[in-house]
């Protein structure tokens, strides 16, 4: 109850309530963790069928005719390449090389662009690097939900008002709309699975109407709800990582093997000087062990020596092992 009082909520959170619901707190949104249904029958019914999403990843604006200029200085990667309909994976360091946070950049326009991310104050980093730049960094009011699983794309062909595009890959994006309100569509998710994602570009949008929309679109294809029960035991069985469990200020994208989410050369950055005399021996790995209780953070010990901590844990349905 504390922490329903003082998160956000997301336009949707009358539809996942229920006695059995379960919430935490991620970028000071809700999160559902779990709505009480059986773990294993979730699990498989996102990997056999298709699941719909409440997530808490929080999207920022940033718009102005320094939005490019300022978007190469503050991420890894030059965005000047990034096409209009398109999204990135990037990264924020501080000057010392370490993580600011990572999430998704996209570029709804020349001058205009949304960075979805991650549980960071990625709010208060932007404005203060934005202070020699002709750029505005605000919330748009957004939220997303999220499909993922192998009939993901026939939900999105039945759920849009018009026919999205048929070349839709991989981090491509679009606007359009469902169920008549304005939305917008990104190929990409957080499990490993085929799936998209749902922005609403109306900060007034109904969202119990987009939430049941979406399942009556979806009904024929075995869309139902699900929770961070499901998804977290998919994205860790595929590798996704996440701030600031697996990654947080003091770790530098070497540390974590995302070697190809920097651009030593391309660029000036904000921590490119500290990064190119940091240690580039990747210190992150996945594991298999018996499937038993494992807490976060737990040692890691061999020939009696701490070797490592974990980072994130859950028994694999699939793997039919602690991974």
Known sequence: LNVISHCARSPWFER??????????????????????DRVEEYWHLRKAVCLYDVPEKPLEIRGPDAVAFLNRAFTRPVDTLQTGRGRYGLLCHQ?????????????????????????????????????????????GAWVLQVQGPRAMQVLDAACDSAPPQDFRYFHAFEGRMGGQPVYISRTGWT???????????????????WDHLLAAGAEFGLRAGSQVS????????????????????????????????????????????????????RFSGFRCAPQSVAYGARLVAGGREIGRVTAYEISPYLECGV
């Open 231 to 282: 998804m977290n035991t998919r994205r860790i069985e595929a590798g996704i990582l996440n701030y600031p469990t697996d990654m947080d200020w003091y770790t530098t994208p070497w540390d974590i093997g995302l070697d190809a989410f920097v651009d030593l050369d391309g660029h000036d950055f904000v921590g490119r000087e500290a990064l190119l005399k940091a240690p580039r021996e990747c």
């Open 192 to 210: 490993g699975e085929l799936g998209f994602e749902v922005y609403n570009l109306d900060p007034g949008v109904d969202g119990p109407a987009l």
């Open 16 to 37: 996942t309530r229920n006695e059995n619901s379960i919430y935490t707190e991620y970028a000071s949104r809700l999160v559902l963790q779990s709505m009480g249904q």
């Open 96 to 140: 010392a090389g370490g993580l600011v946070c990572d999430g998704i950049l996209f570029r709804l326009a020349e001058d205009h662009f949304w960075y979805v991310h991650a549980d960071a104050e990625v709010y208060l980093w932007l404005t203060a690097l934005a202070v020699d730049y002709a750029v505005q960094v605000k919330d748009p």
